[in-house]
Nanobody
Framework: QVQLVESGGGLVQAGGSLRLSCVAS????????MGWFRQAPGKEREFVAA????????DYANSVKGRFTISRDNAKNTVYLQMNTLKPEDTAVYYC?????????????????WGQGTQVTVSA
C-alpha cells in the first residue's frame, strides 16, 4: 500500500476557496487513478472527484461539478482538489484515495489506500 497525506483544509466563509493537496509515497503514483471523497458528521463517505493516471480524464459528483477541479502532478506525486464557491454543505473531512479496482469511480471499495483526511469547514 501507499501512504497518502492530505493538507490544505481549514475554515473559510461561504463563497471562498481552498486548495487541498495529497502527497503519495513511493514510485508508482503515476500508475494509479486517484480520487477525493468527503464525509460529514453523521453521513456516509461520499465521492467528490476522480482523475485518471494520465491526468486528462476527470469525473465529478453532481454536487461539486463546476465548482471543484481535480488535477495531479505526477512528478510531485501529488493530487489536488481546487474548491471554489464553497458552500456550508461542503463542510466535511476530505480524503484522497488510490484506486485499484474497475467499475465506477464513486464506489469506495474500488480504492485500497486512504489518507488521514483534512477538515474543511465552510461558515455561512
Amino acid at each position: 500500500q501507499v501512504q497518502l497525506v492530505e493538507s490544505g483544509g481549514g475554515l473559510v466563509q461561504a463563497g471562498g476557496s481552498l486548495r487541498l493537496s495529497c502527497v503519495a509515497s513511493g514510485r508508482t503514483f503515476s500508475s494509479y487513478d486517484m480520487g477525493w471523497f468527503r464525509q460529514a458528521p453523521g453521513k456516509e463517505r461520499e465521492f467528490v472527484a476522480a482523475i485518471n493516471r494520465g491526468g486528462w480524464l476527470m469525473d465529478y459528483a453532481n454536487s461539486v461539478k463546476g465548482r471543484f477541479t481535480i488535477s495531479r502532478d505526477n512528478a510531485k506525486n501529488t493530487v489536488y482538489l481546487q474548491m471554489n464557491t464553497l458552500k456550508p454543505e461542503d463542510t466535511a473531512v476530505y480524503y484522497c484515495a488510490r484506486r485499484v479496482g474497475s467499475g465506477t469511480n464513486s464506489e469506495p471499495n474500488r480504492y485500497d489506500s486512504w489518507g488521514q483526511g483534512t477538515q474543511v469547514t465552510v461558515s455561512a
